[in-house]
């Protein structure tokens, strides 16, 4: 599977954005879907993660009640809503996905996509 994301750009703090994320493959509905981001002189983190049939989210600790992943098997399409968005947001986002375990280890991941950038100013 191919992967696209996009949405990123620069926002203010206590803002919001959408990122998207274009699945290629037939398969798109066998994959669990998750996004990570990458900070300036960090290693790249989970953010969030949900599953096949997107019955069930998951999401590290620091994005809860503010972000929302969703998914759309038909249009094999990924979503995360980031809402009231903080400067420590500030990363490359990057969708992947795998098709089994709900470990959401970025080394466990199997495809990704090229990021997108999110800046958030104070």
């Known amino acids: 599977v191919q992967l696209q994301a996009s949405g990123g750009g620069l926002v203010q703090a206590g803002g919001s954005l959408r990122l998207s994320c274009a699945a290629s493959?037939?398969?798109?509905?066998?994959?669990?879907m998750g996004w990570f981001r990458q900070a300036p002189g960090k290693e790249r983190e989970f953010v969030a993660g949900i599953s096949w049939s997107g019955s069930s989210t998951h999401y590290t600790d620091s994005v809860k009640g503010r972000f929302a992943m969703s998914r759309d098997n038909a249009e094999k399409m990924v979503y995360l809503q980031m809402n009231s968005l903080k400067p420590e947001d500030t990363a490359v986002y990057y969708c992947a996905a795998k098709a089994y375990s709900s470990n959401w280890d970025p080394n466990d991941m199997e495809y990704w996509g090229k990021g997108t950038l999110v800046t958030v100013s104070s």
């Open positions: 493959g037939r398969t798109f509905s066998r994959y669990l």
